[in-house]
């Protein structure tokens, strides 16, 4: 019986449970979002209410990347829509585990919320599309 105990202890005094949480970027507030209007909200009104993109596309450089490869005269590339555009993405993540002895169990949940804002020639809105995933929490 004592050796029993020994070894109940033993496992229970090796065995260890973990819990975490992760966060990056900063968080989409769909308050915001809903005060984007195509044709009206600026690149500046975008500025303001989500800070700086995670990532962004200059029309310039597409341009110029694509003289580079000798592909200007394939209009649609270079007249592309989408060539003008911010990304924000803000992802939380969950993980738990245990583990005892010899066996070890770990889990991780990840979620993803993402703006994209496209921009005309006039720097006004001109598409933007919007996915929260995060809520799944």
Request: aromatic share 16%; glycine share 6%; charged share 30%.
């Amino acid at each position: 019986m004592k050796k029993v105990f020994i070894a109940a202890l033993l496992a229970f005094s090796l065995s260890a449970c973990i819990k975490g949480y992760f966060m990056e970027g900063s968080k989409i507030y769909e308050d915001n979002v809903s005060r984007i209007k195509i044709g009206q909200t600026t690149r500046d009104d975008i500025l303001k209410w989500f800070g700086p993109p995670v990532e962004f596309q200059d029309p310039k450089t597409l341009k110029m990347i694509l003289r580079t490869l000798d592909l200007t005269a394939e209009t649609p590339a270079v007249d592309h829509p989408f060539e003008d555009a911010f990304v924000y993405e803000y992802t939380y993540a969950k993980t738990s585990g245990f583990s005892i002895i010899i066996y070890t169990y770990i889990k991780t949940d990840s979620k993803k919320d993402l703006l994209m804002v496209f921009f005309g020639d006039d720097d006004k809105v001109q598409y933007f599309a919007f996915r929260k995933g995060t809520e799944e929490f």
